[in-house]
């Protein structure tokens, strides 16, 4: 096994030799007690392992720290109700009305383009005259 092989296994499998599969493991036994560099490797990924294990351990949470969060949470924040309003109401339907009338008046000004469309052609042409057109 060469160092470049140990440390992708390093990567792979981590710093616990014993998780590694038996022919790698065997090999890497045999490379860690004859280079210095892929000990000191071994010994690097060990440390990051441990690191990592202690990182992720679950804080440990008793009745009272519960109760503290619960209970500051719960002190803070209040439900709000709110309540619709006539004057909320009004300005609601003026702007609903508003954008009615805007949204009219848009499509009233903008000509349909009818220069590709054959169905908007038959519905938004003059009667006098002939759609020649082909169809797509």
Known sequence: MTREEFETALDRYGGDLSRWP???RTKAEKLTASD??????LRAAQKLDALVTEIAAP???????IGRIVSHNHSRH????LRPTRRLAGWASA????????GFAA???????TSNDAIAALLFSDESEDYSGEFL
């Open 59 to 65: 804080a440990p949470a008793d009745a009272a720290l």
């Open 107 to 113: 499509g009233a000004v903008v000509a349909p383009d």
């Open 78 to 81: 209040r439900d709000i109700e």
């Open 22 to 24: 038996p022919a790698v």
């Open 95 to 102: 702007a609903a009305a508003l954008m009615l009338i805007a």
């Open 36 to 41: 210095l560099q892929a000990a000191a490797a």
